[in-house]
Every structure is written in C-alpha cells, then in structure tokens.
T-cell receptor, first 116, second 116 residues
C-alpha cells in the first residue's frame, strides 16, 4: 500500500525567503509523485509531477521538487517566497504499475503562510 | 467554460433532503472522480468512473449515489445525509483511469456542503 507523509501541517516564511515543504512517501512499486496547490475556495491545481524521467522536476510559479529514492522523499522548494504563494500544498503518490495505478494517495497538506 | 466545473459551489441541506452535485469536464478526458475533503484529513477518493463505467467504489455509504451519464458529466446524488458528511466535495478528471498512474488529475473548484 502507498502512503504519503507531509512533515509540518503549517509552515511560515518571510517574503523572499526559501520555501521548503517536506514530503515522504512509501510505495511497493516505483511511484509517480505529484504536488498540488489549493488556494482558498478553489480546487487543487497541479504544480509539478515526477514520472521517472529527470529526478529534479520544475513546475509552475518557480517551484521545483527533487525525487530522492534513497530517502523516499519528494520535497518541494522555491528559492524566494512571494505573498501569492500563500496556500495549502498537497503531496500525492500513485503507483507506476498495477491494476489500480490511477489511485492518488494524498498527504494531509501543508498550509504555507508568507509574512511581509 | 474550460477545465472542470462544479455546481453548486455551496449547498446547505437538511438531513432529510435530497440534492445532487454536478460536475462537467471540458477536457475530453475519459475518467472522472469524486473526492471528499474534510478538515484535518487527507483527500478521500469516493468514486471513479472510466468511460462511464464505475471502476471504484471506495466503501462509500449508500446515501451517496454517483451517476455518470457520459464521459463529460458526473453527478453525486445525496439523500438522508448526516452532519459528518459536511465537507468540500471535489470532482476531478483525467485522460484515462487504470492505464497509467502518470495521468494528471484536473480538479474542479468543489462544492462546499453543509448538512444541518
């Protein structure tokens, strides 16, 4: 069975500071990994995804994530936070193969606050 | 309209009411999903339809009844709900289901349901 752990339900940074949101996963098969963002009163929007190509994945809005198999991690980073980055971020995993490989398992989310 | 739309955006209902949530995708996708998002809990997959056939029913109570009349529309019929069913209900679509775990799921804005 696959699972996702997001360390820290709430992260607060200053505008211009580094953003680091942590995600660890477990999967019995090679995974596909996703980061989604949810702004208030909106649905989830894909930021980026890892599909077994390059381990460093670049996404929208200046975010990137690195797949580290040895650490079973897929942490999300952004060099310089902007006020508009304030939102909730979700890490998700799906299995790369198998009968139910469309199933996305989500973490509980990390709320990012950006202080002026 | 583009992407995935959901109506209504907000719904308040009593426990004896019957109501329906509607989702429409304008992306030409073949799979559609219902998720429940409750506070402090990970997103829960409820139902999956692929090519209008239900391929997943994730132990959801029978007071939730999905319907997928075609690949662009998905409904969630609600009856005799409980207060603990209050949540944000998200619809999503993807190009395929069960074919590739790498498929991105595109989410609608959700329906905020309150059961009194």
């Amino acid at each position: 069975a696959q699972s996702v752990t997001q360390l820290g339900s709430h992260v607060s940074v200053s505008e211009g500071a580094l953003v680091l949101l942590r995600c660890n996963y477990s999967s019995s098969v090679p995974p596909y990994l996703f980061w989604y963002v949810q702004y208030p009163n909106q649905g989830l929007q894909l930021l980026l995804k890892y599909t077994s190509a390059a381990t460093l994945v670049k996404g929208i809005n200046g975010f990137e994530a690195e797949f580290k198999k040895s650490e079973t991690s897929f942490h999300l980073t952004k060099p310089s936070a902007h006020m508009s980055d304030a939102a909730e971020y979700f890490c998700a995993v799906s299995e790369g193969s198998g009968g139910s490989n469309y199933k996305l398992t989500f973490g509980k989310g990390t709320l990012l606050t950006v202080n002026p | 309209e583009t992407g995935v739309t959901q109506t209504p955006r907000h719904l308040v209902m009593g426990m004896t009411n019957k109501k329906s949530l509607k989702c429409e995708q304008h992306l030409g996708h073949n799979a559609m999903y219902w998720y429940k998002q409750s506070a402090k809990k990970p997103l829960e997959l409820m139902f999956v339809y692929s090519l209008e056939e239900r391929v997943e029913n994730n132990s959801v109570p029978s007071r939730f009844s999905p319907e997928c009349p075609n690949s662009s529309h998905l409904f969630l019929h609600l009856h005799t709900l409980q207060p603990e069913d209050s949540a944000l209900y998200l619809c999503a679509s993807s190009q395929g289901a069960g074919t590739s775990g790498r498929d991105t799921q595109y989410f609608g804005p959700g329906t905020r349901l309150t059961v009194l």
